[in-house]
């Protein structure tokens, strides 16, 4: 093909070779005035957005940012308890992807991981697309309180223990601010990454750390109205990822994971719900896997950018009178034997309570095609009017 073009130029006479010069001189042309025309454009777009090169672009800021960013790791938040914060660098510019099955402690989780961070008298935001904003509230303040969250929600806690979750949640709002599912009456504010961003960048302001819970929930959309939920899931890993490079602080995101099994024993990343590139841009993965047969827990770093602990785990007792994740000692051990043979005592109760209920229903329960059988013809006629006279 170059071989024909060469003999075609060949046999072109000179006012042909030159018009054909000219031709693409013009094209060359054409094409540089477009690349001055788009400089110019962006010319304009930097004028309007004030943009200044040489002022912006902060010259000789690079040791003060790196110290800002070391202090940040060298003063890192606790994370839940002494023995996870050992393992877990809590930092700035990072989110923190925390994963666990269904029913596995994320709301547990949520709670703890709260409370050490109030304790740094640091002020936290919490986003939750799960529940309302009163409930993020008396949670935390049960586990505060060693109170159970579980009766408060069963109306089950005395007046009084209910008047101390009242104060306890109006002293939490000095440092914590919640935006739950019932915020200005419309759960698209925490559904939606397009809500999901005004509220990240309008209530971020004056926090220090943020938590979301969580990331399944993000199920639609306000501006497209596309089904696929992993395209709106997307647009939210965009946005945050984006985000976590200008908040001065951590960001945890919860989430949930497909369990493993025989069959299925794919990495934390391959096991996310949903849009998996949630995983690409958090630097740190944990795992919470919860044994509730013997009230353990395992914290797995699944990956860590940070400390590079990738693989290590923390064996953590979940001490159910205060709703906290405590060392497995032999006090734990002690008191979780208790509740395991209390629990045991319960089932066993309830099996023995629902067969003799059963027994009586049983025995209750006379068919009238029985009576029939039983009863001569006068006696199933008196046997009616009888019961014809029952109101």
């Known amino acids: 093909m170059a ?19 000219n031709m693409r001189a013009a094209v060359e042309a054409e094409k540089t005035r477009d690349a001055f025309a788009k400089m110019s454009e962006h010319k304009k777009l930097r004028e309007a957005l004030e943009i200044d090169p040489e002022k912006d672009y902060k010259k000789g800021t690079i040791a003060a940012e790196n110290q800002q960013f070391q202090d940040s790791v060298a003063k890192k938040l606790p994370f839940i308890n002494k023995w996870l914060s050992e393992a877990v660098c809590v930092a700035a510019n990072t989110i923190y992807l925390i994963g666990a099955v269904t029913g596995g402690g994320k709301s547990t989780t949520v709670a703890n991981i709260i409370i050490p961070i109030l304790e740094e008298k640091k002020r936290i935001l919490v986003i939750s697309n799960e529940e309302k904003r009163n409930h993020v509230y008396a949670r935390v303040a049960c586990r505060n309180l060693g109170l159970s969250f579980f009766k408060w929600t069963k109306n089950q806690l005395t007046k009084s223990q209910c008047e101390m979750i009242n104060e306890e949640c109006e002293r939490l709002e000095e440092f914590m601010s919640v935006i739950g599912t019932d915020y200005q009456e419309n759960p698209s504010f925490v559904c939606t990454p397009e809500g999901l961003e005004l509220i990240f960048n309008t209530f971020s302001v004056n926090h220090d750390v943020i938590l979301f819970d969580y990331y399944q929930n993000i199920s639609r959309s306000i501006n497209n109205p596309d089904p696929s939920v992993w395209m709106h899931q997307e647009k939210f890993c965009y946005f945050i990822n984006e985000f976590k490079n200008r908040f001065p602080g951590p960001v945890f995101v919860m989430s949930q994971l497909w369990p493993t099994n025989k069959k299925n024993t794919m990495d934390f990343l391959e096991r996310i719900k949903g849009r998996k590139m949630i995983g690409d841009v958090s630097p740190v993965h944990i795992e919470i896997r919860t044994n509730k047969d013997d009230y353990t827990s395992i914290f797995h770093i699944h990956k860590d950018r940070l400390w590079n602990c990738d693989g290590f785990q923390v064996l953590l007792g979940f001490d159910r009178e205060h709703g906290r994740f405590v060392i497995p000692d032999e ?39 029985e009576i029939a059988e039983i009863l001569s013809p006068a006696q199933e006629e008196e046997h009616d009017l009888n019961f014809d006279g029952i109101d």
């Open 331 to 369: 006090e734990f051990k002690r008191k979780s034997a208790e509740w395991i043979a209390a629990r045991a005592y319960k089932v066993a109760n309830d099996e023995e309570e629902a067969k003799k209920k059963e027994a009586i229903q049983t025995a209750e329960v006379i068919t009238e095609h």
């Open 3 to 21: 071989m024909d073009k060469v003999l075609a130029l060949k046999n072109q006479s000179i006012p042909e070779q030159v018009e054909l010069k």
